[in-house]
């Protein structure tokens, strides 16, 4: 009788062993995919991470691009507008001395004025 149990006893241990090892073995081939599936996702992140940077990147370089040309255009407006400035004032300078005036009225414009004749 002793033979027997212990027997069963040894059949017991050798059935709970394999168990333990059949979980073990799950448990590790459970962690290897986990792993290779943190090792994508931190790729793709990675790879996530990299266009963001790029796009950033780039919309700052467009919008220094817009600034320089906004500028630009603000500059060559401020030329255009001394540009007729000055050609309004060389022409009632003309306009005086067509009609015979030597004086400058300052800040009198035959534009703002109508016609005046002397």
Do not use: F
């Amino acid at each position: 009788m002793a033979l027997r149990d212990q027997m069963q006893l040894n059949a017991e241990q050798d059935a709970h062993a394999q168990a333990i090892a059949s979980k073990r073995d799950w448990a590790e081939k459970r962690l290897g995919e986990e792993a290779r599936e943190n090792s994508r996702l931190r790729k793709q992140l990675d790879a996530a991470v990299g266009a963001k940077c790029a796009a950033e990147r780039e919309l700052g370089r467009v919008k220094e691009q817009h600034v320089k040309q906004l500028r630009d255009v603000e500059i060559l407006h401020r030329m255009e507008k001394d540009g007729w400035v000055a050609k309004r004032l060389e022409m009632e300078k003309a306009l005086r001395t067509a009609l015979g005036e030597q004086v400058d009225h300052g800040d009198q414009s035959y534009v703002s004025l109508g016609c005046v004749v002397p």
